[in-house]
Nanobody, 137 residues
């Protein structure tokens, strides 16, 4: 059974930085299809960043960022630690929300997984409990 645990949330002033971590215990896939979603109060979860990492002889990796976080957030993986990160810089009040990490059950090497593909919540079966990020002066 895969379990995801987020950490690193907190309160920060505008312009500040935070790094979120998502540790995936029980994850046995060699490929990683994981994402960060954000949920604002009263709204649906939206994908803000995703990473598709495929190993083997045709290794490749692709990352997706929503327009609202592009150039400020960086998603990354530490395969050895089975941990995904979200480095967030130049935070803005509109970045406030609950951040969830998510992982697919089967990470298939599909052509659509590129930097242009907007992740769908329905594609992800494993979810963490969420970590709150508050950006306020």
């Amino acid at each position: 059974q895969v379990q995801l645990a987020e950490s690193g949330g907190g309160s920060v002033q505008p312009g500040g930085s935070l790094r979120l971590s998502c540790a995936a215990s029980g994850y046995t896939e060699t490929n990683y299809c994981m994402a960060w979603f954000r949920q604002d109060p009263g709204k649906e979860r939206e994908a803000i960043a995703a990473i598709y990492s495929f190993g083997g002889f045709d290794a490749r990796e692709a990352t997706y960022y929503s327009d609202s976080v592009k150039a400020r957030f960086t998603i990354s993986l530490d395969n050895a630690k089975k941990t995904m990160y979200l480095q967030m810089k130049n935070l803005k009040p509109e970045d406030t929300g609950m951040y969830y990490c998510a992982a697919m059950v089967y990470c298939l090497r599909l052509p659509r997984y590129t930097s242009d593909y907007v992740p769908l919540e329905s594609e992800y079966s494993y979810w963490g409990q969420g970590t709150q990020v508050t950006v306020s002066s």
